[in-house]
């Protein structure tokens, strides 16, 4: 079955989907991005994910390009296409064509794109050894809340990863303290005084993380299962001593990081709250719409 990509209007076959040179996404880097999980067929936290969009474009005075429900159904129109069971929908909205100028154009109509991607569960050996992730220092501007399209320290940091035969990058601020992976959310278990797992700890929403529609469901599940979760900065120092870390995002869900800079987190293996997330979010996960 030929794949199909969505661009301003258009079902079109993924190798023709193009957009003009002024594009000012392509020119600027002034658009930003979401991509929503398919899980079993099902598209996870959808809402959230729009309500996220709607907030990155408000964040930059770009026109939305379409009603929501429009989007919904341009979104679930692509994904029957190209028969996507488990992958992901990625969308990008930029100010559109003008001729490049920094300032806002005085006219111009908002460019939509989208195209998905069939993925595979993540590897059982990664899951069974955990993520071997190296840190990095956060190079990016003020306002990571915004999820711009413009990703460069993010791509810089995620190949030093890969040239390090790591996973991930975890970005670290001058301060010392992790403010997110390079496109993941940070966590780490803090064993308590008796030496049992117990503070589930992750930076608290700002301006200086992505809010990682994960990392919220997560929380949520969290505090309900009665999970003793603390938001509050954490530092590198924090987390080579802690007793287990992982990482959230919509592509792996929770996913067990086992080291850090070459060294061991914990005893080195996946620890069991992480576990115990990961399958209570992978349940979550199957009930989405
Ligand atoms: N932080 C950054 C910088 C990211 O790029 C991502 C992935 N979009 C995340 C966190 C995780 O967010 P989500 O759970 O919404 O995928």
Redesign the pocket.
């Known amino acids: 079955m030929s794949r199909f990509c969505y661009v301003n209007g258009r079902y079109l076959p993924h190798a023709n989907g193009m957009v003009h040179i002024e594009d000012r996404g392509y020119q600027l880097a002034d658009g930003i991005y979401e991509?929503v999980p398919i899980y079993h067929g099902k598209l996870v936290d959808m809402e959230q994910?729009l309500d996220?969009l709607a907030y990155s474009l408000g964040e930059l005075r770009i026109a939305p390009p379409m009603e929501r429900n429009a989007l919904r159904l341009v979104m679930r129109e692509l994904i029957a296409r190209n028969g996507v069971t488990n992958g992901l929908i990625y969308l990008q909205v930029t100010r559109g064509v003008a001729p490049r100028e920094h300032k806002f154009p005085k006219k111009t109509k908002s460019s939509l794109v989208m195209t998905t991607k069939k993925t595979k569960p993540v590897a059982p050996e990664l899951l069974e050894k955990g993520a071997a992730i190296i840190t990095q220092r956060d190079l990016r501007w003020l306002r990571?809340d915004i999820?711009s399209i413009g990703l460069l320290p993010?791509v810089l940091a995620k190949q030093a990863a890969s040239e390090q035969g790591a996973f991930e990058a975890w970005l670290v601020d001058d301060a010392g303290y992790i403010t997110?992976?390079?496109?993941?959310?940070a966590w780490i278990v803090k064993a308590g005084p008796d030496g049992k797992a117990r503070e589930l700890i992750t930076r608290p929403l700002g301006h200086d993380?992505?809010g990682?529609?994960?990392?919220r469901g997560v929380v949520d599940l969290a505090k309900e299962q009665g999970l003793n979760l603390v938001q509050r900065p954490f530092s590198l120092e924090e987390a080579l001593s802690a007793a287990e870390a992982f990482q959230?995002?919509?592509?792996a869900f929770v996913l067990p990081v086992t080291s850090i800079d070459g060294k061991a987190i914990g005893d080195g293996k996946p620890g069991p709250m992480t576990m115990r997330l990961r399958e209570i979010y992978c349940r979550y996960a199957e009930q989405g719409e």
């Open positions: 991509v994910h996220r990571r999820k993010n997110e992976g390079s496109s993941t959310n993380i992505l990682g529609i994960t990392r959230t995002s919509s592509s």
